[in-house]
């Protein structure tokens, strides 16, 4: 798995699915991991062509190469072999058309030996069977040690010591340097040797159609140009047969795909950018704020007509604001009417965070840190964002771990129980006659930064200014273009509050610790802070990701990683609000497509209903 990595493309896509409060009320029922039309095999008929949406036809299928999307991920597991799958609730699980079994050492054996044993109707398509040699030369690729390999350096391959054949061609033993928990996220997908097994060959696209392939379909046509990516069914194809004769990927752009749907070129289509972003729908005209007001929903912040007795009056929205909320609604209505479509809704395994920059202003302060993550009412603020998009405003307390995903649990307790007020007035911040608290002549302001396009990015911001203010603190939303909002202000530390969304992993102990590590002097002397915005952390939190890498039994490194969870909201690094939705349009008849959440489409059993 990659390590968490955070991209313009990922900011733009700032949408939401539930959030969670640091109040004690009991929380609500979780929302949907998973929204699609599954059916049994024997209900879907054979045959017909599918026409599934993509942002654009990738520039490469192998999913390790810095230019890889969640396209060529998309592509490529239809393409290639997985030896686990995750399922909903983001729990490897092995894929038996690619593997009978695999066996680790058990805890506290010495090294750590895992035992894969292949399928043996498992082949390549030039008809080599999965072997050894496909292992060793994806581990070389990957493992960092060569630096000719343009490989993003997934974790794990740098752990592993040797691979070499077991018992039989279909055996293969792959022995660890040192303990590695995270072992099943390896080797998925697989690519074969003659794909990896140089720097010249790793470092090609992946992109012609005489590739060597093993999947349940082949490369039929491949075009950037047209935009257009084929895979047929492969004729040596050993496990389920595909129900579809066909697979079409079209290159078609947020802003096109409600009318592409429309006039019947998709069948398939995620429009969570399309709806968040009001692309493809008619612009709206901005109004003023005293006449956008009444209309608001129920759920937005108050506006300072309204404040909350006693509070500073949070600021009304930007008329821009107003119109790409009100923009993105009607969005959302043209895509629950369009005809013969289901609008599949489904929380993304992806984190939307209130990030705290710990070395600006106020914020300096663990206690005021603390006390912000205590005021912030994350069941409110989740009514804001998400309820417009018709889904579960579900609080989410775990800053490593989405909710339904395997051993989920809210840690925001561990903040205290002391109120946001106590906090604050025990850290010389009191409450002036306006509301804002103040400390030596000094208000406690602080500008939000979040990404200019999303409106449910707007709807948050409005939520948590009204939200907050009533803790006496002021806040200011700062929408910025998503293309800086990385460069100029995240890397920068140019920003007090950021608001934006993190990948969720199902390898949370790897993948998620670059996020939260302690920042080190580098060797000009400057602080290197890679992935932590916040520019947080602790050696004890290191050390509780180190051990949880390394702990093979699955109890105890649950334990670990909410020991580590805790130790971050005790920090006051940021705070969790609610998952970014999937929303995904499905042309009615079309069974197993929708919003997938952890898990991965299972290509051959996607098709037409026999209805």
């Not at 051993?407 to 509301?435: F, I, K, P, T």
Request: with cysteine; aromatic share 6%; hydrophobic share 40%.
């Amino acid at each position: 798995m990659r390590a968490r990595q955070l991209t313009a493309a990922a900011v733009a896509l700032l949408l939401a699915t539930s959030v969670a409060a640091c109040s004690d009320d009991p929380a609500p029922a979780g929302p949907a991991v998973s929204d699609f039309g599954a059916a049994d095999r024997s209900a879907v008929r054979d045959g017909g062509t599918l026409h599934w949406a993509v942002d654009a036809v990738p520039a490469t299928l192998n999913v390790y190469q810095p230019e890889a999307t969640a396209d060529s991920a998309l592509l490529a597991r239809a393409l290639y072999p997985s030896l686990f799958r995750p399922d909903e609730h983001g729990r490897p699980t092995a894929d038996p058309d690619y593997l009978v079994s695999a066996e680790s050492t058990p805890p506290g054996g010495q090294p750590q030996v895992v035992t894969y044993r292949l399928n043996p109707k498992a082949l390549w398509s030039d008809g080599k069977p999965l072997s050894a040699a496909d292992f060793t030369a994806q581990r070389t690729a990957l493992a960092g040690a060569d630096p000719a390999y343009r490989s993003a350096h997934p974790a794990g391959y740098a752990a592993i010591d040797s691979i070499t054949q077991g018992a039989d061609p279909h055996e293969v033993k792959v022995t660890f340097k040192q303990p590695y928990a995270q072992w099943k996220t390896l080797f998925s997908p697989l690519y074969p040797a003659a794909a990896t097994g140089s720097a010249d060959a790793f470092n090609q696209p992946l992109a012609e159609r005489s590739q060597t392939t093993a999947g349940p379909f082949v490369l039929a046509d491949y075009d950037r140009a047209a935009g257009l990516a084929g895979l047929t069914r492969n004729p040596a194809w050993w496990g389920d047969a595909p129900k579809v004769d066909r697979i079409d990927f079209l290159s078609t752009p947020a802003e096109n795909r409600l009318d592409a749907l429309d006039q019947g070129k998709l069948d398939i289509a995620p429009l969570t950018a399309a709806v968040d972003h009001a692309i493809g729908t008619p612009p709206v005209t901005p109004v003023s704020t005293a006449a956008a007001t009444p209309t608001r929903s129920a759920t937005a912040a108050p506006t300072a007509s309204t404040p909350a007795s006693g509070a500073p009056a949070a600021a009304p929205p930007d008329t821009a604001g107003v119109a790409l909320v009100e923009a993105s609604t009607l969005a959302l209505k043209r895509a629950e009417a369009l005809p013969g479509l289901t609008l599949h809704r489904a929380a993304a395994p992806v984190l939307t965070e209130l990030t705290l920059n710990a070395t600006r202003g106020p914020l300096t302060d663990p206690a005021v840190r603390r006390a912000l993550a205590r005021a912030v009412d994350r069941r409110r603020i989740a009514g804001a964002a998400l309820t417009p998009l018709g889904l579960t405003a579900t609080p989410l307390g775990n800053h490593l771990l989405a909710v339904g995903q395997d051993g989920y649990q809210d840690n925001s307790a561990a903040v205290g129980r002391a109120s946001a007020g106590e906090l604050l007035d025990a850290a010389g911040w009191h409450a002036a006659a306006g509301g804002t608290r103040s400390k030596d002549g000094k208000d406690l302001s602080l500008a939000l930064l979040l990404p200019d396009s999303s409106a449910t990015a707007r709807r948050t911001a409005d939520a948590l200014a009204a939200n907050l203010a009533e803790s006496g603190i002021a806040v200011h939303a700062q929408p910025v273009p998503a293309d800086k909002f990385v460069s100029d202000h995240l890397a920068a530390g140019d920003y007090d509050l950021a608001l934006f969304s993190w990948p969720a992993s199902i390898s949370p102990a790897t993948d998620e610790r670059a996020v939260y590590a302690k920042p080190q002097p580098g060797p000009d002397g400057t602080t290197q802070i890679g992935s932590n915005y916040a520019r947080t952390g602790t050696e004890e939190i290191d050390l509780l990701f180190d051990r949880a890498a390394a702990e093979l039994d699955p109890v105890a490194q649950q334990k670990l990683l909410q020991q580590a969870d805790a130790r971050i909201w005790e920090l006051g690094h940021s705070v969790p609000l609610y998952q970014r939705p999937d929303l995904v349009a499905v042309r009615t008849g079309i069974v197993g497509a929708g919003a997938y959440g952890f898990a991965w489409p299972r290509y051959q059993d996607i098709g037409f209903h026999n209805s």
